[in-house]
């Protein structure tokens, strides 16, 4: 069983720059996938961006050159970096674990606004 917990949302004005990181309470070793998902208001959930075990990241084209994904394992932590955010990001951002035996996992979300 494995819990994810996000921090690190908030508001931040477009251009401007925020991180947010998914704490799993297990060991996301036996996750190969873990990553980041994003839900609009009326709008349906969809990809950011993945990172595999080994290190191979996902990137939508929405995001792709401004956001940035990484995995710590020893720490048991996933985090986004996101650059030159624009009011369109703005969206609860939902952490993601696919691990052992296809198990899927999601966090609580974090609310992220980008506005001026």
């Known amino acids: 069983q494995v819990q994810l917990v996000e921090s690190g949302g908030g508001w931040v004005q477009p251009g401007g720059s925020l991180s947010v990181s998914c704490a799993a309470s297990?060991?996301?070793?036996?996750?190969?996938?873990t990553g980041w998902y994003r839900q609009a208001p009326g709008k349906l959930r969809e990809l950011v961006a993945t990172?595999?075990?080994?290190?191979?990241?996902l990137y939508s084209d929405s995001v792709k050159g401004r956001f940035s994904i990484s995995r710590d394992n020893a720490r048991n932590t996933v985090y986004l970096q996101m650059d030159s955010l624009k009011s369109e990001d703005t969206a609860v951002y939902y952490c993601?674990?696919?691990?052992?035996?296809?198990?899927?996992?999601w966090g609580q979300g974090t609310q992220v606004t980008v506005s001026s």
């Open positions: 297990g060991s996301i070793l036996s996750c190969n996938s």
């Open positions: 990172i595999t075990r080994g290190g191979t990241s």
């Open positions: 993601n674990a696919i691990c052992e035996q296809s198990h899927v996992y």
